[in-house]
């Protein structure tokens, strides 16, 4: 059975690995049939391998190149026992992994200890992205956490002032007292894995008039300050914009090819810089849609099948409803169910068949065509698997390793 190779954006191999590649061969299966008019036909009964779940839509931050600031601060929040229902409901259909992310700050929701408390004991591989605001309560259940869990911090920056400019933080806070807190989790626990994420802003970004502080020339020093700070890696991507007509995220709206290719050549720069300082001490990662740019090739990010397949392996749950995709957070055409959606294996299934409809109807194509996907290269496999007469049983396992999507 091969490895995994990169286990952080590999979402293909993810789909392959022995816990999952069952799921993998139903659903191709699945669409094998939709496309013999089989219409009938049921979708697979199997929860998302991985969610990401808001917790609350509160937030101590007003980060200006936020893509939910429209959602933040609603006063929304999903009470302790609907969690522990829709968490009971997806595992029993094989839920794998839950990021807590998005929609707000997840250490703000008052029973965040309790959340993880209870995922932990389900056995689920757990992801926290924060913005460092609360890191005294990723402290209190950091010896919960197992070796493929992480925390990850949005930072994007490497000086005070460059931090403040693009978080505007509303509690007292500095860059150096989260980069101290931060240590210390990783000497609490030194199995979980730590991350500083890292958004690009180049020159020239302006969200609602606004300009945006550029922070490209600060990613050497980030990767110094991660070393500095145990951290075990630094997570590069680029900077997206919501427009907010159509309400979809997008890379490099209104940039032309010539300053894309001006702003790909400051970053490979800053990037080599950031490689030599972290050394094997640290590792650099790079989304894929950052990738994408630094090899020219966006415009192929951006074009979608017309079906996305992803929809059936990773949704949204937050408390304005669960939503098929994480670019399409709080968007109701990508909306499948309430947020209740989960809580009882009746309404699992209901929401399981609107997912189906989902995958038939969203056109993909047309909807995200100003996307930087992180699933397209998935998404475009599924779609050439799907076509091929290719056997399912000769899909390859890959040895189990995380199931974070």
């Given amino acids: 059975m091969v490895k995994l190779k990169n286990r952080e954006h590999d979402f293909g191999s993810k789909l392959r690995q022995g816990s999952t590649v069952q799921r993998l061969r139903e659903y191709i299966q699945w669409q094998r049939d939709l496309e013999a008019n089989f219409s009938s036909i049921e979708p697979p009964v199997y929860s998302p391998i991985s969610i990401n779940l808001d917790l609350t839509s509160a937030c101590n931050y007003s980060c200006p190149f936020c893509v939910d600031s429209r959602l933040i601060n609603a006063g929304k929040t999903l009470a302790l026992e609907d969690i522990k229902k829709l968490i009971d409901t997806l595992h029993s259909h094989g839920l794998l992994s839950v990021i807590l992310i998005g929609g707000g700050e997840p250490t703000l929701h008052p029973d965040f200890e309790a959340v993880v408390d209870y995922m932990k004991n389900k056995g689920l591989q757990i992801g926290i992205v924060t913005n460092g605001s609360r890191l005294e309560k990723i402290e209190a259940i950091a010896d919960r956490l197992e070796e493929k869990d992480w925390v990850r911090i949005s930072i994007d920056a490497a000086n005070e002032e460059t931090f403040k400019e693009l978080h505007h933080p509303r509690v007292k806070l500095t860059l150096h007292q989260i980069l101290e807190k931060a240590k210390q989790i990783k ?219």
């Fill in 187 to 405: 000497e609490k626990n030194p199995r979980v894995s730590l991350g500083y994420s890292y958004v690009i802003v180049w020159e020239g970004v302006d969200i609602d008039g606004k300009r945006l502080s550029p922070n490209i020339q600060e990613m050497p020093r980030a990767a110094e300050l991660a070393k500095k700070f145990s951290f075990d890696y630094i997570s590069f991507k680029p900077c997206l914009i919501r427009v907010e007509e159509s309400q979809r995220e997008t890379l490099l709206q209104n940039v032309g090819p010539s300053k894309e290719s001006e702003i790909a050549k400051e970053i490979k720069i800053q990037l080599q810089m950031a490689r030599e300082i972290a050394g094997e001490k640290v590792k650099i990662l790079e989304s894929s849609n950052l990738k994408a740019m630094l090899n020219k090739e966006t415009e192929q990010i951006k074009r979608q099948p017309k079906r996305c397949h992803m929809q059936f392996y990773r949704t949204v749950v937050s408390p304005f409803g669960i939503y098929h995709c994480p670019a399409f957070r709080g968007v109701e055409i990508a909306k499948i169910a309430e947020k209740d959606g989960y809580l009882t294996d009746k309404k699992f299934k209901q929401s399981l068949k609107k997912v189906a409809t989902s995958i038939l109807a969203f056109d993909a194509e047309q909807e995200c065509k100003e996307v930087g996907c992180f699933y397209n290269e998935t998404n475009w496999w599924l779609q050439t698997f799907i076509k091929s007469k290719e056997n399912v049983r000769d899909i390859q396992k890959v040895e189990d390793d995380n199931f974070f999507l």
